[in-house]
Protein backbone atom coordinates (compact mmCIF):
# COMPACT_ATOMS: atom_id res chain seq x y z
CA UNK A 1 0.00 0.00 0.00
CA UNK A 2 1.32 3.39 -0.87
CA UNK A 3 1.43 5.27 2.86
CA UNK A 4 1.85 8.87 0.89
CA UNK A 5 -1.10 8.25 -1.37
CA UNK A 6 -3.87 7.35 1.50
CA UNK A 7 -2.38 9.98 3.73
CA UNK A 8 -2.85 12.56 1.38
CA UNK A 9 -6.67 10.87 0.52
CA UNK A 10 -7.39 11.20 3.98
CA UNK A 11 -6.46 14.35 4.66
CA UNK A 12 -8.23 15.49 1.26
CA UNK A 13 -11.19 13.97 2.26
CA UNK A 14 -11.34 15.59 5.57
CA UNK A 15 -10.85 19.26 3.99
CA UNK A 16 -13.55 18.31 1.80
CA UNK A 17 -16.17 16.95 3.88
CA UNK A 18 -15.05 19.92 6.19
CA UNK A 19 -15.81 22.43 3.86
CA UNK A 20 -19.12 20.66 2.60
CA UNK A 21 -20.33 20.18 6.15
CA UNK A 22 -18.92 23.74 7.53
CA UNK A 23 -17.11 22.15 10.19
CA UNK A 24 -14.62 24.52 10.81
CA UNK A 25 -12.49 22.40 12.69
CA UNK A 26 -12.51 19.38 10.91
CA UNK A 27 -12.02 21.99 7.76
CA UNK A 28 -8.78 23.39 9.35
CA UNK A 29 -7.41 19.96 10.18
CA UNK A 30 -7.61 18.52 6.99
CA UNK A 31 -6.22 21.09 5.35
CA UNK A 32 -3.23 21.76 7.87
CA UNK A 33 -2.66 17.55 7.08
CA UNK A 34 -2.76 17.67 3.51
CA UNK A 35 -0.21 20.98 3.56
CA UNK A 36 1.92 18.76 5.62
CA UNK A 37 1.63 15.64 4.24
CA UNK A 38 1.90 17.58 0.19
CA UNK A 39 5.06 19.37 1.28
CA UNK A 40 6.52 16.27 2.80
CA UNK A 41 5.86 13.98 -0.05
CA UNK A 42 7.49 17.21 -2.39
CA UNK A 43 10.33 17.22 -0.36
CA UNK A 44 10.79 13.14 -0.96
CA UNK A 45 10.29 13.13 -4.56
CA UNK A 46 12.57 16.36 -4.93
CA UNK A 47 15.66 14.16 -3.88
CA UNK A 48 14.67 11.82 -6.93
CA UNK A 49 13.59 13.88 -9.37
CA UNK A 50 14.38 17.27 -11.00
CA UNK A 51 11.52 19.90 -10.62
CA UNK A 52 11.09 22.86 -12.96
CA UNK A 53 11.73 26.04 -11.24
CA UNK A 54 12.38 24.61 -7.90
CA UNK A 55 16.16 25.13 -6.99
CA UNK A 56 17.85 22.02 -5.26
CA UNK A 57 15.42 19.24 -6.42
CA UNK A 58 16.80 16.16 -7.77
CA UNK A 59 19.97 16.53 -5.88
CA UNK A 60 20.85 12.52 -5.60
CA UNK A 61 20.81 12.34 -9.58
CA UNK A 62 23.02 15.60 -9.65
CA UNK A 63 25.86 14.87 -6.34
CA UNK A 64 26.22 11.47 -7.85
CA UNK A 65 29.90 11.65 -8.64
CA UNK A 66 29.79 12.92 -4.56
CA UNK A 67 28.20 10.03 -3.85
CA UNK A 68 30.53 7.50 -5.46
CA UNK A 69 33.36 9.00 -3.25
CA UNK A 70 31.45 8.97 -0.40
CA UNK A 71 30.98 5.55 -0.55
CA UNK A 72 34.37 4.46 -1.58
CA UNK A 73 35.52 6.39 1.36
CA UNK A 74 33.00 4.48 3.63
CA UNK A 75 34.20 1.10 2.27
CA UNK A 76 37.68 1.79 3.11
CA UNK A 77 37.67 3.52 5.91
CA UNK A 78 35.04 1.68 7.86
CA UNK A 79 35.32 -1.97 6.21
CA UNK A 80 38.33 -2.83 4.66
CA UNK A 81 40.88 -1.04 7.35
CA UNK A 82 44.47 -2.93 7.47
CA UNK A 83 43.17 -3.59 11.53
CA UNK A 84 39.85 -5.30 10.06
CA UNK A 85 41.94 -7.21 7.48
CA UNK A 86 44.24 -8.26 10.29
CA UNK A 87 41.03 -9.41 12.26
CA UNK A 88 40.24 -11.08 8.97
CA UNK A 89 43.40 -13.03 9.41
CA UNK A 90 42.54 -14.42 12.95
CA UNK A 91 39.93 -15.12 14.91
CA UNK A 92 38.47 -13.98 17.69
CA UNK A 93 41.64 -15.36 20.27
CA UNK A 94 43.53 -13.77 18.40
CA UNK A 95 45.22 -16.92 16.56
CA UNK A 96 46.52 -17.55 13.40
CA UNK A 97 42.77 -18.33 11.63
CA UNK A 98 42.78 -22.05 9.63
CA UNK A 99 42.11 -20.96 6.11
CA UNK A 100 40.30 -23.71 4.30
CA UNK A 101 42.13 -24.10 0.77
CA UNK A 102 40.47 -27.27 0.33
CA UNK A 103 37.89 -26.13 -2.69
CA UNK A 104 40.78 -24.68 -4.61
CA UNK A 105 42.58 -27.64 -4.52
CA UNK A 106 40.16 -29.90 -5.65
CA UNK A 107 39.46 -27.70 -8.77
CA UNK A 108 42.91 -27.35 -9.50
CA UNK A 109 44.35 -29.96 -12.67
CA UNK A 110 47.47 -31.78 -11.44
CA UNK A 111 47.89 -33.53 -14.38
CA UNK A 112 51.22 -31.40 -15.17
CA UNK A 113 52.61 -32.73 -11.82
CA UNK A 114 52.28 -36.03 -13.02
CA UNK A 115 53.60 -35.70 -16.25
CA UNK A 116 56.58 -33.59 -14.38
CA UNK A 117 57.20 -36.71 -12.53
CA UNK A 118 57.17 -39.21 -15.36
CA UNK A 119 59.37 -36.70 -17.33
CA UNK A 120 61.58 -36.84 -14.76
CA UNK A 121 61.87 -40.94 -13.93
CA UNK A 122 62.43 -40.66 -18.07
CA UNK A 123 65.37 -38.32 -17.92
CA UNK A 124 66.39 -40.62 -14.64
CA UNK A 125 68.96 -43.64 -14.75
CA UNK A 126 65.43 -45.97 -14.50
CA UNK A 127 64.84 -43.96 -18.04
CA UNK A 128 65.93 -47.31 -20.10
CA UNK A 129 64.74 -49.74 -17.15
CA UNK A 130 61.18 -48.18 -18.12
CA UNK A 131 61.27 -48.34 -21.60
CA UNK A 132 61.67 -52.39 -21.25
CA UNK A 133 58.61 -51.91 -19.71
CA UNK A 134 56.52 -49.75 -22.12
CA UNK A 135 57.77 -46.50 -21.64
CA UNK A 136 55.17 -44.03 -20.11
CA UNK A 137 52.23 -45.26 -21.15
CA UNK A 138 53.02 -48.06 -18.70
CA UNK A 139 52.70 -45.19 -16.00
CA UNK A 140 49.72 -43.89 -17.18
CA UNK A 141 47.44 -46.17 -15.33
CA UNK A 142 48.95 -44.82 -12.06
CA UNK A 143 47.59 -41.32 -13.14
CA UNK A 144 44.43 -40.32 -11.32
CA UNK A 145 45.36 -42.05 -8.34
CA UNK A 146 48.69 -40.21 -8.28
CA UNK A 147 46.17 -36.65 -8.35
CA UNK A 148 44.18 -38.17 -5.74
CA UNK A 149 46.91 -38.90 -3.33
CA UNK A 150 48.06 -35.41 -4.31
CA UNK A 151 45.06 -33.81 -3.18
CA UNK A 152 45.03 -35.29 -0.25
CA UNK A 153 48.69 -34.21 0.83
CA UNK A 154 48.33 -30.78 0.16
CA UNK A 155 45.53 -30.53 1.50
CA UNK A 156 46.97 -31.77 5.02
CA UNK A 157 49.28 -29.42 4.93
CA UNK A 158 47.39 -26.68 3.95
CA UNK A 159 45.06 -27.66 7.22
CA UNK A 160 48.14 -27.67 9.08
CA UNK A 161 48.78 -25.28 11.88
CA UNK A 162 52.70 -24.50 10.88
CA UNK A 163 51.15 -23.66 6.98
CA UNK A 164 48.36 -21.62 8.58
CA UNK A 165 50.46 -19.37 11.11
CA UNK A 166 53.25 -19.02 8.18
CA UNK A 167 50.59 -18.22 5.39
CA UNK A 168 49.62 -15.38 7.97
CA UNK A 169 52.88 -13.86 8.81
CA UNK A 170 53.15 -13.60 5.54
CA UNK A 171 49.73 -11.93 4.35
CA UNK A 172 50.37 -9.65 7.66
CA UNK A 173 52.90 -8.44 6.21
CA UNK A 174 52.22 -4.23 5.35
CA UNK A 175 53.41 -4.27 1.75
CA UNK A 176 51.06 -7.11 1.61
CA UNK A 177 47.72 -6.01 3.60
CA UNK A 178 48.41 -2.57 1.39
CA UNK A 179 48.63 -4.01 -1.44
CA UNK A 180 45.32 -6.11 -0.95
CA UNK A 181 43.92 -2.44 0.24
CA UNK A 182 44.75 -1.16 -3.09
CA UNK A 183 43.10 -4.20 -4.94
CA UNK A 184 40.26 -3.43 -3.08
CA UNK A 185 40.41 0.24 -3.57
CA UNK A 186 41.00 -0.60 -7.72
CA UNK A 187 37.73 -3.16 -7.46
CA UNK A 188 35.63 -0.52 -5.82
CA UNK A 189 36.84 2.27 -7.94
CA UNK A 190 35.70 0.64 -11.54
CA UNK A 191 32.61 -0.39 -10.44
CA UNK A 192 31.78 2.98 -9.47
CA UNK A 193 33.28 4.53 -12.49
CA UNK A 194 30.24 1.91 -14.11
CA UNK A 195 27.58 3.83 -11.90
CA UNK A 196 25.31 6.19 -13.70
CA UNK A 197 23.33 9.27 -12.00
CA UNK A 198 20.18 6.96 -12.60
CA UNK A 199 21.65 4.06 -11.09
CA UNK A 200 22.94 5.86 -8.71
CA UNK A 201 19.45 7.27 -7.96
CA UNK A 202 17.49 4.46 -8.08
CA UNK A 203 20.16 2.40 -5.75
CA UNK A 204 19.39 4.67 -2.66
CA UNK A 205 15.84 5.33 -4.04
CA UNK A 206 15.56 1.41 -3.03
CA UNK A 207 17.15 1.89 -0.27
CA UNK A 208 15.36 4.34 1.80
CA UNK A 209 11.70 5.90 -0.44
CA UNK A 210 10.11 3.23 1.41
CA UNK A 211 10.63 4.55 4.94
CA UNK A 212 10.68 7.91 3.62
CA UNK A 213 7.17 7.33 3.25
CA UNK A 214 6.80 7.51 6.97
CA UNK A 215 7.87 11.76 6.44
CA UNK A 216 4.52 11.63 4.56
CA UNK A 217 2.26 10.40 7.24
CA UNK A 218 3.64 12.09 9.74
CA UNK A 219 3.08 15.51 7.95
CA UNK A 220 0.13 14.44 7.44
CA UNK A 221 -0.96 13.84 11.20
CA UNK A 222 1.22 16.61 12.64
CA UNK A 223 -0.05 18.89 10.11
CA UNK A 224 -3.20 17.76 10.98
CA UNK A 225 -2.96 18.27 15.01
CA UNK A 226 -1.72 21.96 14.71
CA UNK A 227 -4.79 22.55 12.23
CA UNK A 228 -6.99 21.85 15.15
CA UNK A 229 -5.04 23.49 17.60
CA UNK A 230 -5.69 26.88 15.19
CA UNK A 231 -8.65 26.17 14.80
CA UNK A 232 -9.55 25.67 18.27
CA UNK A 233 -7.67 28.56 19.24
CA UNK A 234 -9.32 30.72 16.52
CA UNK A 235 -12.47 29.89 18.43
CA UNK A 236 -11.58 30.95 21.48
Known amino acids: MNKSLITNFIALACTLAGYVSEQHILFTLGLFALSGAITNWLAVHMLFEKVPLLYGSGVIPARFEEFKIAIKHLMMEQFFTEDNI ?8 GKASTINLSPVIDKVDLSPAFDSLVSVIENSS ?11 EALQPMREPFIEKMKLSVQ ?10 LL ?6 PDIISGMRNKVSDIIEKRLNELTPQLVKEIVQEMIKKHLGWLVVWGGIFGGAIGVIAALTNNF
Open 126 to 136: FGGMLAMVGGS
Open 168 to 173: REELEQ
Open 86 to 93: DRFLSDSS
Open 156 to 165: EITESEQFNT
